[in-house]
């Protein structure tokens, strides 16, 4: 199946801990991003890419640093400077050469504090 | 002010019932807007792009008026699974091209 798929699902972070999420697409979209989603709120950009090896800040990039090596992977780190992780995190896809299309979303990981 | 604008709701509507939401933009330079379903700790799902002239599909309705900077989605006919957070996202035709996205209008449909 074609698709993007998030790992893990839940994921605990300890003070002080650096965390990894996974971000896999096989749709060959060119186009990645990482979104937040606090409680009863809008997805706000962290990161994107739109080719390998080349990434941009979004809206709230402080406290997290992705990579791009490979056009499938989109690896998102949450570092022990971002103060409130706690949240549902969203990877997305799209074909970018085209702005009508729109982005995709994987399943999602939720990040707590312990 | 914020860039995309949502009512959050809830709007509790019958079955059966028609409902409207509007979304409202603030950047003219936005160029595709799209309307996506979020149901509960889900990741949210395309329902429908939304185009100038107007668009349907099936018992959804979406429209856009440019001047004004809304969009709107019209549910018809409401279900029991319609019930969800409906978000509203626009993309400027600008280098980033990522979606900014409204807080979302929820929806409860009641039998």
């Known amino acids: 199946d074609g698709g993007i798929t998030q790992s893990p699902k839940y994921l605990f972070r300890k003070e002080g801990q650096n965390v990894t999420l996974s971000c896999e697409q096989n749709l060959n979209h060119d186009a990645m991003y990482w979104y937040r989603q606090d409680p009863g709120q809008g997805l706000r950009l962290i990161y994107y890419?739109?080719?390998?090896?080349?990434?941009q800040k979004g809206d709230i990039a402080e406290g997290y640093s992705v990579s791009r090596e490979k056009k499938e992977s989109f690896p998102l780190t949450v570092t022990s400077a971002q103060k409130n992780p706690t949240a549902f995190y969203l990877c997305?896809?799209?074909?970018?050469?085209?702005?009508?299309?729109?982005?995709?979303f994987g399943p999602g990981t939720r990040l707590l504090v312990l | 002010r914020k860039e995309v604008e949502q009512d959050p709701g809830p709007f509790n509507v019958p079955e059966g019932a028609t409902v409207a939401f509007n979304c409202t933009y603030s950047n003219s330079a936005s160029q595709s807007f799209f309307w996506y379903r979020q149901d509960c700790r889900k990741e949210p799902k395309l329902l429908m792009s939304?185009?100038?002239s107007g668009n349907e599909d099936g018992r959804f309705t979406a429209q856009l008026n440019r001047a004004s900077q809304y969009i709107s989605l019209l549910i018809r006919d409401s279900k029991l699974s319609d019930s969800a957070t409906y978000l509203c996202a626009v993309k400027e035709d600008t280098g980033r091209r990522a979606l900014t996205f409204g807080s979302g209008t929820r929806l409860q449909v009641q039998p």
């Open positions: 997305a896809s799209s074909i970018d050469h085209d702005p009508t299309r729109t982005q995709y």
């Open positions: 890419s739109q080719i390998v090896n080349d990434f």
């Open positions: 939304v185009y100038s």
